[in-house]
């Protein structure tokens, strides 16, 4: 015979399974953070010395959900007192790569290695140099 726990027990239960999933959550979190300590490497520290020393506005562009990311991205920058803003790579290339200057920093996220180039605002740029590396 098969004994149903009570309501109250029932809610215990159904509470501490809910603890037990966010505490493994966390752990594969932790370890996935952790694993990411060895990439680090002089490519993260140039990228760094590059959004420290812009005299200009950080500008962060990506399509689809890099866009998403991106857009988190410049939104954290501008909250935290970094003069940032989003620019839709469709956009920029019809017309808002205006919104660019000599002195800001475009930071160009991809899920893809070799980018989008129709859609690329780095393909358009004049007279503002860039480094994919």
Known sequence: MTVKPSGRDSKI??????LADG??????EARAVQSLVDRLDAKF?????????CKG???VSGMGKSGLIGQKIAAT??????????LHPA?????DLGMLARRDALV?????????????????????TSSNE
């Open 45 to 53: 520290a140039k990228a760094v010395q590059l959004l420290v020393q």
């Open 23 to 28: 505490r493994r959550v966390l752990e594969i």
């Open 57 to 59: 506005k950080v500008v």
């Open 108 to 128: 160009a996220i991809s899920n893809s290695p070799e980018g989008t180039r129709e859609t690329d605002p780095r393909s358009k740029l004049r007279g503002i």
């Open 91 to 95: 956009e920029g290339v019809h017309g």
């Open 13 to 18: 239960s159904k509470i501490e399974e809910s």
């Open 77 to 86: 920058l501008a909250s935290t007192g970094t003069s940032s803003f989003f």
